[in-house]
């Protein structure tokens, strides 16, 4: 199993940037791509991006392309999501999850990582 922990989320101005950290614990990523979701409330929960691991392979939904930024460290127990130039409709909830493919979709991934609030206000 993959044990997953999602850090990094607070309050941030339109415009700010903020970085998510998504840590394994006890195991690396090698076999597994990494996803960062979202979760508005009263909203479905949105791929936002996802990295491979087997080629660096990333993907990045419409809404956040070339604001965000995925990446692993050289370890590869850690997964980061640079987000820049926030805006209040990027407040969410983000979860990090691990899945054997690189998908867009919840239901691949296998694990999951408890929450990180994001909230971008002025």
């Known amino acids: 199993d993959v044990q997953l922990q999602a850090s990094g989320g607070g309050l941030v101005q339109p415009g700010g940037s903020l970085r998510l950290s998504c840590v394994a614990s006890g195991r690396t990523f090698d076999d597994y791509a990494i996803g960062w979701f979202r979760q508005a409330p009263g909203k479905e929960r949105e791929g936002v991006s996802c990295i491979w691991h087997n080629d660096g392979s990333t993907y990045y939904s419409d809404s956040v392309k070339g604001r965000f930024t995925i990446s692993t460290n050289d370890a590869k127990d850690t997964v980061y999501l640079q987000m820049n130039s926030l805006k209040p409709e990027d407040t969410a909830v983000y979860y990090c999850?691990?899945?054997?493919?690189?998908?867009?979709?919840?239901?691949?991934?296998?694990?999951w990582g408890q929450g990180t609030q994001v909230t971008v206000s002025s």
């Open positions: 999850a691990a899945g054997p493919r690189p998908s867009a979709f919840a239901y691949e991934y296998e694990y």
